[in-house]
Structure formats: structure tokens, C-alpha cells
């Protein structure tokens, strides 16, 4: 599989995120504003990730897979952080630190499969 810019910086944006909920749920430490914060660098990551990719694909590019399924998958990674970010300043416990990172885990999963889509070439 072919490896752009946009899914390394993303790959790295969600394993700090994943660190550091991981490592704050280890812890026993409530959300801090580091936790939130990368939080909110993997919705600003992806933001930036779906304008580049509606440039890309009003300038010609084409996508291998459907076009639905990109983009839902973008729709979708975009509300599991903003649900993931609402739990985490909502509740105060430290297990919203540990849905925060799930959710970074989650974005990484998707952005696996958004690039699956884009270029068409799978793992297996």
C-alpha cells in the first residue's frame, strides 16, 4: 500500500492522541488539556484532511473506490471525535480518557481505510 503525507501526519497525530489518553487513563488521572487538546489536533487534522481531499478531487483526481464511501467515512471519523471531545470535558472521570483514545484509535482505522479508497490497493 502506497502511504501519502496526509495518512503518516495523520498516523502520528492519532498515536499521540492515543498515548496520551492511554497514558493519562493509566494514570488515574482526570482529562487534562493536553488529552483534549489532541483531541482536538485529530478533528483540526482531519478538517484539513477533507478540505485538501475535495481539492484533490475537484482538480481530477479520482478516486479507485465510491466516492459515498470516502466521504462518509470522513463524516463519520469528523462526529466520533467531536462525541469523543464532548465525553471527555462533559464527564470528569478518568475513564473519558481512555474514550478519547479509543477515538484516536478509531480516526486511525478510518484514515487506514479512507486511503484504501482513495488509491485502491489493499493490505491483503
Known amino acids: 500500500m502506497i502511504f501519502d503525507g496526509f495518512m503518516i501526519a495523520g498516523t502520528i497525530v492519532c498515536a499521540v492522541s492515543v498515548l496520551l489518553g492511554l497514558w493519562s487513563t493509566a494514570r488515574h488521572r482526570f482529562p487534562t488539556d493536553a488529552s483534549i487538546l489532541s483531541l482536538a489536533a485529530v478533528e483540526l487534522f482531519l478538517v484539513v484532511y477533507g478540505i485538501a481531499a475535495g481539492v484533490r478531487q475537484s482538480g481530477g483526481e479520482t ?26 470535558i462533559g464527564e470528569k472521570s478518568r475513564w473519558s480518557n481512555l474514550v478519547m483514545a479509543a477515538a484516536g484509535f478509531t480516526v486511525f482505522v478510518m484514515l487506514f481505510r479512507m486511503q484504501q479508497v482513495w488509491i485502491g490497493q489493499g493490505i491483503f
Open 63 to 88: 478516486l479507485v473506490g465510491a466516492a459515498w464511501e470516502f466521504w462518509g467515512y470522513l463524516a463519520t471519523a469528523i462526529l466520533v471525535v467531536l462525541l469523543a471531545g464532548w465525553w471527555g
